[in-house]
């Protein structure tokens, strides 16, 4: 078992930065990839990006591209998204997510709120 606590959301003005935390306990950190998703209102969640198990690989969604950025610190068993330039539709409750060998996101945390305002 895996559990996982983000940390981090709150409101910001467009074009505004945030870090967002994901605290990870329960077992070895760096068994797991992991991955950040969100979910605006009224819509499906959606996948962010992710971090490889060792940290050397990253993945994002497009629209995220160069202004997100995940990182991973396996000293403190978190994971991290920075979030620059934020526009009002980044607006939504962000999730992370632990992937295990069966490449499925087995263990999500609570989410966290964050709201860019225009």
């Known amino acids: 078992q895996v559990r996982l606590v983000e940390s981090g959301g709150g409101l910001v003005q467009a074009g505004g930065s945030l870090r967002l935390s994901c605290a990870a306990s329960?077992?070895?950190?760096?068994?797991?990839?992991m991955g950040w998703f969100r979910q605006a209102p009224g819509k499906e969640r959606e996948f962010v990006g992710s971090i490889s198990r060792s940290g050397d690989r990253t993945y994002y969604k497009d629209s995220v591209k160069g202004r997100f950025t995940i990182s991973r610190d396996s000293a403190k068993n978190t994971m991290y998204l920075q979030m620059n330039s934020l526009k009002v539709e980044d607006t939504a409750v962000y999730y992370c997510?632990?992937?295990?060998?069966?490449?499925?996101?087995?263990?999500w945390g609570q989410g966290t709120q964050v709201t860019v305002s225009s």
């Open positions: 329960g077992r070895t950190f760096t068994n797991y990839a």
């Open positions: 997510a632990a992937s295990g060998d069966r490449g499925v996101y087995d263990y």
